[in-house]
């Protein structure tokens, strides 16, 4: 009768985490490739304030559209070096002959929307120097709560904060600014922490309790 009224304790373990050699629990899409593993364990998550740091990674969730994030990792410092490291004044001027060179650079991701994205996107965050700057215009959309997912299928894909973020940004002239693109944002810079319970990383940013 005791089994009856007594809660059998369901294991803790997410099945989305997987232990690693060196004891760390991660998610099972930071587990295995060295790359994404290094990128997991010290930059994911982790608050970015700065503009420079803030338009880099709006533009790299833009070209990430469709492909596949390790693709993007993978060509990072290639889009540093053609993107003059994102430093949006240089990319604000960049005209005609500056998208013919980024369109032969094989080794970005060549899609000429997304070049130009990324060029109107200096000239927004220039703009937005004039009314407190890019990551002060980002971060008012902090939310007062932040996901607690046990399961990868419980990470949101958008929130009511990413769609406003999407649509503010959109009015400032930004693009390639959806809210599935800026609810990844918002996950990469910190704004909100989706680790899983289970994670090792679970808490890390500073800006939400473990």
């Known amino acids: 009768m005791a089994s009856d009224t007594v809660p059998v304790p369901k294991h803790p373990a997410d099945p989305g985490v997987v232990v690693g050699e060196d ?3 991660r998610p099972a899409w930071a587990a ?6 290094q990128y997991y364990d010290t930059e994911w998550g982790m608050p970015v304030r700065d503009e420079r740091g803030l338009y880099e990674r709006i533009s ?3 070209f990430q559209a469709g492909l596949s994030w390790a693709t993007i990792l993978r060509k990072r410092p290639a889009f540093r070096a053609a993107f003059d ?3 949006p004044d240089r990319v604000a001027r960049y005209g005609d002959a500056d998208v013919e060179r980024l369109m032969a650079d094989a080794d970005i991701v060549r899609n ?3 070049i130009l994205a990324a ?4 000239r927004a965050t220039v703009r937005l120097r004039e009314s407190g700057g890019l990551a002060d215009f980002v971060w008012r959309f902090k939310p007062l709560d932040t996901p607690r997912p046990r399961t990868f299928a419980e990470i949101p894909t958008t929130s009511p904060e990413s769609r406003a973020l999407s649509k503010a940004l959109r009015a400032q002239g930004f693009a390639f600014v959806g809210p599935t693109t800026m609810h990844a944002l918002m996950e990469a810079i910190g704004i ?3 680790h899983l319970l289970d994670s090792h990383r ?3 940013s500073g800006i939400w309790p473990a």
């Open 112 to 114: 000429r929307a997304k």
């Open 202 to 204: 679970r808490g890390s």
């Open 60 to 62: 790299l969730e833009a």
């Open 85 to 87: 490291d994102f430093d």
């Open 192 to 194: 909100i922490d989706t």
């Open 23 to 25: 004891g760390l629990a």
């Open 32 to 37: 295995t490739d060295s790359m994404l593993r």
């Open 119 to 122: 060029v109107a996107n200096a």
